[in-house]
């Protein structure tokens, strides 16, 4: 299984940015997919999580500025962040639980910063 995290960036207070993460070696359509964040200094968290049938969990934190999204048949996982603050400011990374092993994609940074 191999996870490629793409799409973070420097980015001003308000804005927005759209996460991708690509995913190969498992069946994508049939797994519940995870984002997490660690920001600099703190334990790696939760952000969001969708399912095969596109049912959605988002941290407190995140609900009504993040959503997260999946395309089966390109196979990627998407997160699309608004209202971006300083406090976003964290490498993110995909996760899934796949055949009781986890996998963890490589991180993205996102920087919050005026």
């Known amino acids: 299984v191999q996870l490629q995290a793409s799409g973070g960036g420097l980015v001003q207070p308000g804005g927005s940015l759209k996460l991708s993460c690509a995913a190969s070696?498992?069946?994508?359509?049939?797994?519940?997919m995870y984002w997490y964040r660690q920001a600099p200094g703190k334990e790696r968290e939760f952000v969001a999580s969708?399912?095969?049938?596109?049912?959605?969990d988002y941290a407190e934190f995140v609900k009504g500025r993040f959503t997260i999204s999946r395309d089966n048949i390109v196979r990627t996982l998407y997160l699309e962040m608004n209202n971006l603050g300083p406090e976003d400011t964290a490498v993110y990374y995909c996760?899934?639980?796949?055949?009781?092993?986890?996998?963890w994609g490589q991180g993205t940074l996102v920087t919050v910063s005026s």
């Open positions: 969708i399912t095969s049938e596109h049912g959605r």
């Open positions: 070696g498992l069946n994508f359509r049939l797994v519940t």
């Open positions: 996760n899934v639980l796949y055949r009781g092993s986890t996998f």
